[in-house]
Nanobody
């Protein structure tokens, strides 16, 4: 299983970014996909979860109404559209999938929100 994130960067408050995570090594369409983040000095937290077919989502309260998770099963890719970014969204963002009893993580992509 391999997960590769991209799309992070430096953005001003109120700006937008779209993160991508391309997966390989498993049947992507069979599994829910997740985005997590970890800010400096804090524990990793769940940001958004998306069901296998993309019909069901779950978001952390702190990002509801600003972030949107989506997937393209034909491209084995999950996205996180982030709008209205705030300094407190600064973190390393990770893609995650649970296959069987095992959790798999990407290498992470840094998102920095600062003026």
């Amino acid at each position: 299983v391999q997960l590769v994130e991209s799309g992070g960067g430096l953005v001003q408050p109120g700006g937008s970014l779209r993160l991508s995570c391309t997966a390989s090594g498993f049947t992507f369409s069979w599994y829910p996909m997740n985005w997590y983040r970890q800010a400096p000095g804090k524990e990793r937290e769940s940001v958004a979860t998306l069901s296998r077919a993309g019909g069901s989502t779950n978001y952390a309260e702190s990002v509801k109404g600003r972030f949107t998770i989506s997937r393209d099963n034909a491209k084995n890719t999950v996205y996180l559209q982030m709008n209205g970014l705030k300094p407190e969204d600064t973190a390393v963002y990770y893609c995650n999938v649970r296959v069987g009893w095992d959790d798999y993580w990407g290498q992470g992509t840094q998102v920095t929100v600062s003026s």
